[in-house]
């Protein structure tokens, strides 16, 4: 069987990719089938920490650390259930859900994670205190990136 498709099509879907951010589109009619893919950057897990001088930090600045692979290996790491758009706060404006030190309990909102025009709450899965923050708001995420460190 040969399949034909419209080049400018495509290119709008390519177009449409790159914009929205998707890493693939699939499109079936009848029993005509077409998936486009992306290549995906790789996520904040595979960057490399940057040495910031102790002197640059302010004291009442809170503590964002850069997520790495060691991270994720730590047994108090939270880690992301899906892709998305991690946030700290429930509104721009709104204070965030969690801070370096403070005790939360289990089942506490740590952030939420939107996935697909929805917003949904991660939380916390036991009682601790937070250790690291390892992602910003509005920072897309991926599947089983560590988002936080409970102690």
Known sequence: MSLSFDPEALRQLAALLNESGLAEIE????????????AVAPSAAMAQPVMVPPAAI???APAVATASV???AHPGAVKSPMVGVAYLAPEPNAPP??????????GQTLLLIEAMKTFNQIK??????????????GQPVEYDEPLVVIE
Do not use: C, H, N, Y
């Open 58 to 60: 302010a004291p009442a």
């Open 124 to 137: 916390a899965p036991r009682a601790g205190t937070i250790k690291q923050i390892l992602i910003t708001t």
């Open 97 to 106: 859900f969690i801070t370096v030190g403070q005790s939360i309990e289990a």
């Open 70 to 72: 060691d991270m994720g």
């Open 27 to 38: 499109l079936e009619e009848g029993d005509r089938r077409l998936r486009l893919a992306r």
